[in-house]
């Protein structure tokens, strides 16, 4: 794959994102009458897409899954009732810049707010970064609190995306944290191995294998045309170092509303050795209203792929609510197969 012969090194692919509304829509014989809703909705949240997920969306098509998920949209910016700017009260949880403590035993570190995509329906689009990304630097106080609070077990990498930083800046920071005895888990959570698999290099196996502590990498899928032949084999990659595999996949209407798609995603994530662990209703954040699944159609979804699959394929229906303890398992019953 280009991240293992460095033809195509992954912060060349990271670099040379598509940003331009206009380009997007050329390059996929897309209509132009697209354009002022997309020039007009890229101004609250710009477009961001890796050029090798491009190659996955059919031309021509306005309604393929995968462009959905990244296409600028007018319906972003119609306000709707119950959709706002912070979905889950993250400003409350956050105690120390880069650290959300949201859950009892485990903390998120935003430790970028970088990321190479820009899906729409991200419930950080109007995150404040800008006061959450302490750099290695600022390192000090997030260490400092998670050594105060013994209970905390788990340190969850998220961003932004966690692996769009450097190797070298992720093994740093996993040395400092494997110090603080408690931390016995590091958490993952990253959608480059999906949408721009020239991440998946040696030198980021190298430190995975190594890490001291337990990991565990939760890649994002929403769809089984993201599952390309060198994302199949990044995975593989990821699978052999001996972290545990997860996926969460957000349910998105008109992108994978269906139990058929639902059903072919865990096939082909499980046939790479990563296990369907999520499926999350939408988090209301404003401009998404339109991805929106009513939560009947999800039930009965859920349960459409949980009489289809062997109960290890079928994820966790889920929901997150600001304030809430755990995530809310939304499944109607347990099923068994």
């Known amino acids: 794959m280009p991240g293992l012969t460095e033809k195509y090194t992954w912060q060349k692919a990271l670099s040379d994102l598509v ?3 206009r380009e997007l829509l050329e390059l ?58 912070d979905p889950l009260g993250e400003a409350a949880v956050n105690p120390v810049p880069g650290l959300l403590h949201k859950y009892h035993g485990r903390v998120l570190v935003t430790l970028t ?14 995150f404040p ?38 190797d070298r800046l992720l093994q740093r920071f ?16 990253t959608r480059l191995p999906i949408v721009l698999p020239e991440r998946i290099t040696p030198e980021l196996l190298a430190w995975l ?11 994002h899928a929403n769809h089984p045309h993201e599952i390309s032949p060198d994302v199949k084999e990044g995975l593989n990659l990821l699978r052999f170092t001996g972290v545990t595999l997860l996926n969460q996949t957000v349910l998105l209407k008109g992108v994978n509303d269906s139990a058929r798609v639902l059903s072919d995603l865990s096939e082909a994530l499980f046939a790479c050795g ?22 009947e159609t999800a039930n009965a979804l859920h349960a459409e792929i949980s009489r289809e699959l062997p109960g290890y394929l079928v994820p966790r229906l889920v929901c997150e609510e600001a304030g809430a303890g755990s995530k809310t398992v939304l499944s109607t019953g347990l099923y068994t197969g």
């Not at 294998?209 to 890649?219: E, L, P, Q, S």
């Not at 990563?274 to 939560?295: Q, T």
């Open 174 to 189: 996993s040395d400092q944290l494997s110090g603080i005895p408690h931390v016995i888990r590091l958490r993952i959570h």
């Open 113 to 126: 707010g970088a990321c190479a995509v820009h899906c729409r329906y991200c419930f950080r689009r109007y």
């Open 274 to 295: 990563v296990l369907p662990y999520y499926l999350h209703r939408l988090d209301k954040v404003r401009g998404a209203a339109h991805f929106d699944v009513p939560p």
């Open 28 to 85: 996929l014989d897309l209509d132009p009458g697209l354009l002022d809703a997309a020039k007009a909705a890229a101004r609250v949240f710009p477009l961001k897409v890796p050029r090798g997920f491009l190659a996955r969306i059919r031309k021509g098509d306005p309604h393929d899954p995968l462009l959905l998920q990244i296409l600028p949209l007018g319906a972003e910016l119609q306000e709707t009732e119950g959709f706002d700017r």
């Open 129 to 166: 970064y800008e006061e959450n990304n302490p750099g290695s630097m600022g390192w000090e106080s997030i260490f400092a609190y998670i050594r105060q609070n013994p209970a905390i077990s788990e340190v969850i990498l998220s961003g932004g995306d966690p692996l769009a930083v450097n």
């Open 209 to 219: 294998t190594n890490v001291k502590m337990k990991a565990i990498v939760v890649v």
């Open 19 to 21: 940003t331009d509304p």
